[in-house]
């Protein structure tokens, strides 16, 4: 049953159909009609998946992905357009250019926290760039699987788009051991990353990957501390905490340490108010296992904010634990959830120390009111992405690439770079007849000279 829809795709992508302008820009339309038509029933699969407001879900999920279409939309003429590169000497008077051919057949796996945006923005660029796609949703988030499921079902056809369910353990690798895909699209932990990369490995498929991490947030001493608490605030308890880009913990310079805290404290009472339970703007956990696996990490740390939980409604109250030792097993997981350890420091030295430990973050935040030490911090955290006093937001500017780096991922994409993901670029040299000099042409004893002259 599988192998005939899978082979299905390979059909239509190989008959064509889906290499034109005209095309490309007209299932971009459909795709930000359909999600426009399914906002309110996406709004309330987003609250009975994750307990998102609507306009945490607009923000971070279905505004981020219609500006995605939007971008691509007004772009894509461009994108498409080969791009003139200049031929070297011994090849005069040919032309040379680039070529954005589509993947092919490319399969989208995403994970449970951002259940729409993770798997719809990945295929505004695999549409964009002409592939027929195969999409997996998380099976944590089954409202809003059911949802899009409906609304893609409803949009297109599944000889191009075709929408599969299940156990990700189970019809992933089912999928990907019966059936070469032309490209694998990623997200979600490194563990299940590692899976994905080794059975794509098997067939030489490229895949992207976008994982997971601690992202480490650094005070500097002469940073605004007022407004560094407000920001870490919000990024690392939107959504409970379960976003790849959060503040995973904070390493704050000792001699700002309590004025933070202080002003992290406040924060928080406004943002979600003493009784966060009933917060209009604060998630629940996705479900028992991952509430089970941080409440564990209540106790690697002295809870001074926070700390209550309630398993029946999968609620865990913003946390701020201190005195958290660097080799607890909340500083050496991804904590993925509303806790925040904050550990103080002394010297660059020190605090590197501790970062080194999980190295390769997705992302690195540097608070600093000094463009010396922005600079040096910079380059001190290779990272995949990074923010100067702010966190996370830099996800949601689709000018810039996002990705990780070794344990965090391989690949960038959004905006522009999720065109390129999906597209193969293919180089042509273009050689006119008229002329073909003999020095291209053996005998070449007595040529060198001139061969030196032309190829240097
Ligand atoms: P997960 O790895 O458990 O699941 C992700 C997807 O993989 C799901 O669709 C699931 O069905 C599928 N899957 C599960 N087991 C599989 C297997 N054995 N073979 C093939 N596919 C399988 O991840 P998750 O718990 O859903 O997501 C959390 C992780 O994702 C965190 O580590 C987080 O940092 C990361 N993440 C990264 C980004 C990013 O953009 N880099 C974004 C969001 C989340």
Not at 54 to 72: F, P
Request: charged content about 25%; hydrophobic content about 40%; some cysteine.
């Amino acid at each position: 049953m599988m192998d005939g829809s899978l082979n299905k795709l390979r059909k239509y992508f190989e008959s064509g159909a889906t290499q034109s302008y005209s095309f490309r820009k007209k299932q971009l339309e459909k795709l930000k009609d359909a999600i426009l038509k399914y906002e309110k029933d996406l709004y309330k699969a987003l609250h009975d998946d994750l307990k998102k407001s609507s306009e945490e879900s607009w923000v971070t999920e279905l505004g981020l992905v219609l500006s995605d279409i939007r971008m691509a939309m007004k772009n894509l003429r461009q994108w498409m357009e080969p791009e003139r590169v200049p031929t070297n000497l011994m090849n005069l008077p040919s032309s040379s250019y680039v070529m954005k051919e589509p993947m092919g057949v490319a399969l989208i796996i995403a994970p449970w926290n951002y259940p729409f945006q993770l798997l719809i923005n990945p295929l505004v660029g695999a549409i964009a760039a002409g592939n027929c796609v195969v999409l997996k949703a998380s099976e944590y988030a089954s409202a809003t699987d059911a949802v899009m499921k409906k609304m893609i079902e409803e949009t297109f056809s599944d000889e191009y788009i075709l929408y599969v369910q299940g156990i990700g353990a189970k019809v992933v690798p089912e999928m990907m051991n019966r059936f070469t895909f032309d490209l694998v699209f990623y997200t979600g932990s490194t563990a299940v990353g590692k899976i994905v990369y080794k059975m794509a490995a098997e067939k030489l498929t490229p895949v992207i990957l976008e994982l997971g991490g601690k992202s480490p947030c650094v005070i500097e001493s002469d940073a605004n501390i007022k407004v560094a608490a407000r920001r870490i605030g919000i990024t690392k308890f939107s959504a409970a905490g379960q976003m790849c880009v959060a503040p995973d913990y904070v390493l704050v310079h000792t001699s700002v340490k309590e004025k933070f805290i202080g002003h992290l404290k406040e924060s928080l009472l406004k943002f979600f108010s003493d009784r966060p339970e009933s917060s209009y703007d604060y998630c629940r956990i996705v479900n028992e296992k991952q509430f089970d696996r941080l409440a564990g990490y209540l106790k690697d740390g002295r809870v001074i904010y926070g700390g209550r939980t309630d398993r029946s409604k999968l609620f865990i109250e913003p946390t701020i634990l201190d005195h958290v030792s660097a080799d607890a097993p909340v500083m050496k997981e991804e904590i993925f959830g509303p806790i925040l350890p904050v550990i103080p420091f002394e010297t660059m030295e020190e605090a590197k120390s501790i970062i080194q430990q999980n190295p390769d973050p997705l992302s690195f935040y540097i608070y600093t009111g000094k463009s010396s030490k922005e600079k040096e911090w910079l380059t001190a955290v290779p990272a995949g992405s990074a923010c100067v006093n702010n966190s996370s937001w830099h996800f949601t500017n689709h000018h810039l690439p996002f990705g990780g780096r070794g344990s965090s991922g391989i690949g960038l994409y959004h905006g522009r770079y999720s065109f390129d993901a999906f597209s193969h670029r293919k180089a042509v040299m273009k050689t006119p007849a008229w002329f073909d000099p003999a020095i291209k042409y053996p005998p070449f004893r007595g040529k060198l000279k001139l061969l030196k002259k032309l190829v240097r």
